[in-house]
C-alpha cells in the first residue's frame, strides 16, 4: 500500500521562502510518477510540478517556474517542494500524488495515491 506523507505547511508573508516534504512508503518508487498539486479554496486541484523517479527531468507549471524546486531524497523515498518569492495566490492546500507510470502526469484524475495535504498561507 503506497502512503503519502505532506509536511512542512505554514502560515508565511509575501517574499517568505517555505519547503514541504512528500514521504513516500510501500513500493519501491522507481518508474513512479510524483507530483505537486495545490487547491485553492474555491478553484479546482491544480498541476505544480512533477517528476519520476530515476529520471532527471523535472517539470513545473508556468505560475511557479523560477520559483519553486523539487528536490528529491530517493533514499528516503522522500520529494522536497522548496518555494521561493511566494505570494498570496500561492495560498493553497498543496498535495503530493503518486502514479506507477514513467510518464509525468498533470491532471490530479490521473493520480492513484494521494497524502492529506498541508496548508500553505501566504499573507501579504
Known amino acids: 500500500q503506497v502512503q503519502l506523507v505532506e509536511s512542512g505547511g505554514g502560515l508565511v508573508q509575501a517574499g517568505d521562502s517555505l519547503t514541504l516534504s512528500c514521504a513516500a512508503s510501500?513500493?519501491?518508487?522507481?518508474?513512479?510518477?510524483m507530483g505537486w498539486f495545490r487547491q485553492a479554496p474555491g478553484k479546482e486541484r491544480e498541476f505544480v510540478a512533477g517528476?519520476?523517479?530515476?529520471?532527471?527531468?523535472?517539470y513545473y507549471a508556468d505560475s511557479v517556474k523560477g520559483r519553486f524546486t523539487i528536490s528529491r531524497d530517493t533514499a528516503k523515498n522522500t520529494a522536497y517542494l522548496e518555494m521561493s518569492s511566494l505570494k498570496p495566490e500561492d495560498t493553497a492546500v498543496y498535495y503530493c500524488?503518486?502514479?506507477?507510470?514513467?510518464?509525468?502526469?498533470?491532471?490530479?484524475?490521473?493520480?492513484?495515491?494521494w497524502g492529506q495535504g498541508t496548508q500553505v498561507t501566504v499573507s501579504s
Open positions: 517528476f519520476v523517479w530515476g529520471q532527471p527531468n523535472i
Open positions: 510501500g513500493r519501491t518508487f522507481t518508474s513512479y510518477t
Open positions: 500524488a503518486a502514479k506507477y507510470t514513467p510518464v509525468v502526469l498533470t491532471t490530479p484524475r490521473d493520480y492513484d495515491y
